[in-house]
C-alpha cells in the first residue's frame, strides 16, 4: 500500500535552516507529482510548495518562495524540502503529499492529493 514517511523536523532558531524528508513506498513515485503542506495549530492546513513529476516544475507558496526549495530523487523515491531563512511564523506541522493521478502537475488544492504521511512538526524559535 502506498506509504509517505516525513522526516527531519525539529528545533530551530530564527534564520535557521531544516531539511524535511519525505520517504515513499507502494507506488511508482516518479511518475506523479508531489507536494508538502503544513497545518499550525487552530489553522487550515494550507500549500507549501509541489513538484511535478518527470519535468520537476515546481510551485511555491509566496510566503516560502525564495526561502524553500522543493526536490526529489526519483531513485531514491523520496521528496525533500530544503528550508532556510527560517521563521517562527513557519512553525507548523508539515505534510508530504502524493498528488492523485499519474503524470498530473502539481497544485495548490489539497483536495487534489489522494495521499498524506502522518507530518513531522517544526518548531521556529529561539
Known amino acids: 500500500q502506498v506509504q509517505l514517511v516525513e522526516s527531519g523536523g525539529g528545533l530551530a532558531q530564527p534564520g535557521g535552516s531544516l531539511r524535511l524528508s519525505c520517504t515513499t513506498s507502494?507506488?511508482?513515485?516518479?511518475?506523479?507529482?508531489m507536494g508538502w503542506f503544513r497545518q499550525a495549530p487552530g489553522k487550515e492546513r494550507e500549500f507549501v510548495a509541489s513538484?511535478?513529476?518527470?519535468?520537476?516544475?515546481?510551485l511555491y507558496a509566496d510566503s516560502v518562495k525564495g526561502r524553500f526549495t522543493i526536490s526529489r530523487d526519483d531513485a531514491k523515491k523520496t521528496l525533500y524540502l530544503q528550508m532556510t531563512s527560517l521563521k517562527p511564523e513557519d512553525t507548523a506541522r508539515y505534510y508530504c503529499a502524493k498528488r492523485s493521478g499519474a503524470d498530473s502537475i502539481g497544485t495548490m488544492d489539497p483536495d487534489d492529493y489522494n495521499y498524506w504521511g502522518q507530518g513531522t512538526q517544526v518548531t521556529v524559535s529561539s
Open positions: 513538484i511535478n513529476s518527470r519535468s520537476g516544475g515546481t
Open positions: 507502494g507506488f511508482t513515485f516518479y511518475g506523479y507529482a
